[in-house]
């Protein structure tokens, strides 16, 4: 599908409307119109990953510590959730994407960048485009979405927000700055509670107040990220959200995974369990990237809220499970208190690289070439069955249900092509 290059672009931001609810919704219909909270049970520690909009109703919004959520909706249903499931259903939702152009980004597992530039011929103006997608997500997964349609992605992802539940909004070029004008600022995705703070104690709470301040004073008061606001809210994409066009961003600086004990805990067999568990993630994660790391660290966070963080860089890079383990144990046993009772455990790899350089040794390359293609397939039967199916033995017997996840492993699509034949409103 030729795209011209002199062609207004036409970008679409797909986002799932309520993703992991609604899918528990298709499973259970009779939560619909309930107040939901997908991510874990009331008493635990651990966060909202969705809440339905009825439980928005009482204050319930992604990230809110679950503890709080019951406190403010005792009367929702707490769900652990189904990662698998929303992971297929990710998958499907992709597969339809990819029918209508072949630049599909997915920027999370509910939420998608298409560009549509130069398709008109073949799908006809941006607003039937979109609305001939909306039609094919809403036929072949029984779920709703919203999208967002501008000439930038920071544009079509405002316009998917303010476009739900389950609509559709397009900005028409050269509309960008009347449109945003008198949107908050905290519709500006990289906005949050204390950047917003700071604008408001300028005088500043809408996006057009800050597209009529020159970068020098916005440079002066925000540092660097001054200017980039400002050409975010001329509609323009800037910044850490909007570099690159879609599918052409540059790959992760790193890669980790973190675990939060229900209790606190000393006990050696589970920290060694959780441990591999993470490693585990790390390196499926590694593998799906086509990326390889020089630097393993280990995090580690006592009861006291002290937080310990501990790397090594190693003789090659690696994207084996094993590797990463053996690192972390050998950090940790280096580096821990074990009289002390940990809160939180993490694995990092960093200084990530597209090749591993250095060839294998004469006598070592056969192992670690079988291990990667053992890792290969069991990798082929977590994507059927689940992350859990099937691992290191250590993390078998982590014993605990992999959490809901915005960027999960196995999802397709997003950073980096695979080498081998990531508010949830």
């Known amino acids: 599908m030729p795209l011209d290059a002199e062609a207004t672009p036409v970008i679409l931001h797909l986002d799932m409307d309520a993703f992991f609810v609604s899918v528990e919704e298709l499973s259970n219909p009779s939560l619909k119109g309930r107040p939901v909270v997908v991510g874990g049970r009331p008493g635990e520690r651990g966060v909202v990953a969705a809440a339905s909009y009825a439980a928005r109703k009482f204050g319930v919004h992604s990230a809110m510590p679950l503890r709080e959520a019951h406190r403010r909706c005792p009367q929702a249903v707490f769900l652990e959730g189904h990662p698998h499931k929303y992971l297929e259903h990710s998958r499907r939702i992709k597969a339809v994407l990819e029918r209508f152009s072949p630049l599909v980004e997915m920027a999370s597992i509910d939420e998608a960048y298409l560009d549509l530039t130069g398709t008109e011929k073949l799908l006809g103006p941006p607003l039937r485009g979109a609305h001939e997608l909306h039609e094919a997500v809403s036929a072949e997964t029984s779920l709703p979405c919203s999208i967002g349609i501008g000439t930038s992605r920071l544009v079509a992802k405002i316009s998917s927000g303010l476009a739900k539940p389950n609509g559709i909004l397009w900005v028409a070029p050269g509309a960008e700055a009347a449109y945003l004008a008198p949107l908050p600022l905290r519709r500006v995705p990289g906005v949050g509670r204390v950047t917003g703070a700071k604008l408001k104690g300028l005088g500043l709470e809408t996006i057009g107040q800050i597209a009529g301040r020159d970068d020098d004073f916005l440079e002066r008061h925000l540092g660097n990220t001054g200017p980039e606001l400002a050409r975010k809210a001329r509609g323009l994409d800037a910044g850490a959200w909007f570099g690159p066009g879609v599918s052409d961003r540059k790959g992760p600086k790193s890669i980790s995974h973190e675990s939060t004990f229900k209790v606190d805990t000393t006990d ?158």
Do not use: C
């Open 268 to 425: 050696p067999a589970l920290i060694d369990a959780t441990v591999a568990k993470l490693s585990q993630l790390v390196g499926r994660r590694l593998r799906e990237r086509g990326l390889w790391s020089r630097t393993i660290q280990i995090k580690f966070r006592y009861k006291d809220f002290t937080t310990k963080t501990r790397a090594r860089s190693l003789a090659e890079p690696t994207q084996l499970d094993t590797v990463i383990l053996d690192t972390v144990r050998d950090l940790l046993r280096a580096h821990r208190d074990p009289g002390r009772a940990i809160r939180l455990l993490g694995v990092h790899a960093g200084n990530l690289m597209e090749s591993p350089l250095s060839q294998p040794g004469l006598f070592d390359g056969d192992s670690r070439d079988k291990m990667a293609h053992a890792l290969q397939a069991v990798d082929a039967v977590r994507d059927r069955f689940g992350e859990s199916s099937l691992g290191l033995g250590s993390a078998l017997r982590h014993g605990r249900r992999e959490r809901v996840h915005e960027n999960p492993v196995g999802l397709a699509g997003g950073g980096r092509r695979q080498r081998r034949a990531p508010d949830r409103s």
